[in-house]
């Protein structure tokens, strides 16, 4: 499941809103982006474990909801907020990670795996251009920030709806 595209929108915009709407210099928001992309690290690996101890659904719901509360503070306008939100979205989505990627490949029998791979592949990147066209309609009304967070609302209700999926954890693999 290519789950980089969940919240491509949001990170996309993510440098656009640093130096336009919080007017950070250019070092700082590298430092930013190289410290959230260290912390996915520990994520990746505390949703692995949890996965494999608890299952998937519980916690891939989990990860992904608060991934978009904190993708949500990330631009919610404070200075602080943009730094905590995004290094905290990073981890948690780093978390979800290989909890969604197991989980994924577990839902679908054999034969059905790559053509549900494919499907899943062309559903987030149709998700990613529907989010990026929302917030560029948004934005000239709303603003950058507000346009972005009500676009996280999107990503809250998917991690929900997720909660609808089997679990897998545990259980032999369909044929």
Sequence with gaps: MPRQRVFEPVGGFGWIFATRQRHFPTFWVSAVLLTSATLAVPGYLLGGWLSDRFGRRIPGSVFWALASVFAAITYSGLPAAYWAGNATWTFMDGA????????????????????????????????????????????????????????????????????????????????
């Design 96 to 175: 979800a990670s290989p909890i969604t990627s197991a989980w994924f490949g577990e839902l679908f029998p054999t034969r059905a795996r790559a053509t549900a791979s494919a499907i899943g592949a062309v559903a987030a990147a149709m998700g990613g251009i529907v989010g990026l066209q929302l917030v560029g309609r948004m934005e000239p009304g709303f603003g950058l920030g507000p346009s972005i967070v009500l676009l996280t609302v999107a990503a809250f209700i998917g991690a929900l709806v997720l909660l609808f999926l089997p679990e897998t954890g545990g259980k032999p693999l369909p044929d």
